[in-house]
């Protein structure tokens, strides 16, 4: 008699984490839900579909994790056990003898990781390209989700057999792709025919009866970060870069700014700028996002507020005024905040589908043409 399919995951979990851990499934550093079971579902598949072992690594450190609220639902409803995944603390990248790394839901190593690059055999990723690694075995396509892709990346018989005959791991996919898709929200634009093609192949081997049930509770969860403090607000969901030599950071946080101004007052500014002088930036930026009426019986709105933060006046306002412009899509409308100064700004986004995904790009290429 077969595993039950939650026990055989776990199993695998924890085998992997005791392997020589030679190729790894590596997921992007913010480490959401997306990253993580990209990852997961990836490195399953390819380890029992060959005669290898494939480690998923989760990109963060592993007291992060129960920030990702909506992550830690969904593989406790599971029967996941989170404790057997290996997280990017518990790797050393120099002296572990990694021999192959797989990039899923990023197509660019960041950090110390860089040294790994001439060991990408293979990228899936969503994001905009950044064309490197170009000998590996390459997908990189503008989809909801990269979940999604990693559904027609397995496309053998045999993966494919492995995939559906697995409801635990239909499952995780599923879910991702509905938090991923806002549920295929016509009005945000995420989903794609892709994204709906990959749900078609997984639901009727998910074991999920109820898709819009299954969204609005892990929009629940995502969305409860109340007991969150201000610092894990701002690390539970972020990435940085370096653009133009201005390090730039984003964090994304599903509390209201009201809110979050309502619980921690003064302290919020403290906070802001403590995180951006941990992470050394120029710049730091908070997107906010959050459903309006989630709990009540009438249609939840979707809403964004943006926050920017820089000690630059000069560079704070050149980045201000040029997402301002209307070339740049934001449609942004200035919040007078009492508690902030000059040296943070922040709006109301009306524009909801532009997501760091796609903030990202217009920043670099806004920072391309900067000079102090």
Known sequence: MSA???????????????????????????????????????AFV?????????????????????????????FAKLGLETNALTFVDEVNFRTDGIEEVVLVDHNRLTGSQEALSDRVTQVIDHHVDENLYTTANRKVEGVGSCASLIVQALSSQAERSILLGNECLCHLLLATILVD???????????????????DIIRSSSGVVDSDALFRSLQKAKFD????????????????????????????????????????????????Y?????????????????FENL??????????ELIVVSDDAQLLTYVVDGLSEDKAGLELEHLEIQQFSEDVRCFSQKNVRVSR????????????NYST
């Open 4 to 42: 039950k399919p939650e026990v055989d995951v776990n199993n695998y979990l924890a085998s992997a984490k005791l392997s020589n851990r030679s190729r790894l499934i590596l997921g992007n550093e913010s480490a959401d839900m997306d990253s993580i079971v990209s990852a997961l579902v990836f």
């Open 46 to 74: 390819r380890t029992k579909s060959t005669n290898n072992v494939y480690v998923p690594v989760v990109n963060t450190v592993k007291q992060d994790l129960p920030l990702r609220t909506d992550v830690a639902f969904l």
């Open 181 to 199: 898709t806002v549920n295929h929200d016509q009005k945000l634009q995420r989903s794609t025919e892709t994204d709906k093609r990959a749900c």
């Open 225 to 272: 970060q109340s007991r969150l403090s201000s610092s894990d607000l701002l690390r539970k969901d972020y990435k940085q870069w370096n653009l133009n030599a201005i390090n730039l950071g984003i964090a994304t946080t599903g509390l209201p700014l009201e809110s979050w101004l309502e619980r921690d007052g003064d302290s919020v500014r403290s906070e802001l």
């Open 274 to 290: 403590r995180y951006k002088g941990t992470q050394s930036l120029n710049m730091l930026m908070v997107m906010v996002a959050f």
């Open 295 to 304: 709990d009540e019986e009438e249609a939840p709105e979707f809403r964004r």
């Open 357 to 368: 995904k796609i903030l990202q790009p217009i920043l670099a290429e806004l920072l391309s």
